[in-house]
């Protein structure tokens, strides 16, 4: 909705924050979020993604509000719904 309604260079950094939110979820699921955390920091998604626990794209996604070219919308969303996919697909308990 953003980016249709003329404001895409919101996209990625909303789209970050579902990623911290939904890798904060599995590593508490996991018993690995610090005590008083509700979210992953960037470290520990690229540790969730070493350690197999989030697809690769979830660094697509992290590198995109990083670069100074402005990311492909499409291509950043679909990454996200594939991570986040997964991430239900394999912790059916956190109802992503």
């Known amino acids: 909705m953003l ?3 003329g404001f895409p260079e919101e996209v990625p ?3 970050v924050k579902a990623l911290q939110m939904a890798g904060g979820a599995l590593m508490a699921v996991r018993g690995e979020l610090a005590a008083g955390a509700t979210t992953a920091a960037d470290a520990d998604i690229r540790g969730l ?4 626990a989030l697809l690769p794209e979830a660094l697509v996604i992290l590198d995109a509000t990083q670069s100074t ?3 492909d919308i499409n291509s950043l969303l ?3 719904g594939r991570v986040l996919a ?3 697909r394999n912790e059916p308990r956190l109802g992503i």
Do not use: R
């Not at 993604?49 to 197999?52: G, L, M, R, T």
């Open 78 to 80: 679909s990454a996200a």
């Open 13 to 15: 950094d909303l789209v």
């Open 49 to 52: 993604v070493e350690h197999d």
């Open 69 to 71: 070219a402005p990311p």
């Open 3 to 5: 980016a249709a309604g």
């Open 86 to 88: 997964a991430v239900g």
